[in-house]
């Protein structure tokens, strides 16, 4: 599975931006997308996930905020950030966990800087 993101960028504070995710290769066996971010110098966080069947869950600092959303038929995930406040100043990467029978693999983009300016 092979993960393309675009959409970052700079925003003011109170802005929007929609990051888009698109999948390609093995996509079939998708059970999970999700996007993260990181500060510099910290550990990768969760941000929102969504399974195969819609479910969502997101991160407390996002909620209200943020909504998390896929295509299947294009096989592409989009976190829609809306209210954003410099502290979601991040590198944002998408996710996807793939199940082959019984192996489960983890795959990752290769991120996309979101500034928020203040």
């Known amino acids: 599975v092979q993960l393309v993101e675009s959409g970052g960028g700079l925003v003011q504070a109170g802005g929007s931006l929609r990051l888009s995710c698109a999948a390609s290769g093995s996509t079939f066996a998708i059970s999970v997308l999700a996007w993260y971010r990181q500060y510099p110098g910290e550990q990768r966080d969760v941000v929102a996930t969504i399974t195969s069947g819609g479910s969502t869950n997101y991160a407390d600092s996002v909620k209200g905020r943020f909504t998390i959303s896929r295509d299947n038929a294009k096989n592409t995930v989009y976190l829609q950030m809306n209210s954003l406040k410099f502290e979601d100043t991040a590198v944002y990467y998408c996710?996807?966990?793939?199940?082959?029978?019984?192996?489960?693999?983890?795959?990752w983009g290769q991120g996309t800087q979101v500034t928020v300016s203040s």
């Open positions: 996710n996807a966990v793939a199940q082959y029978g019984d192996v489960r693999d983890t795959y």
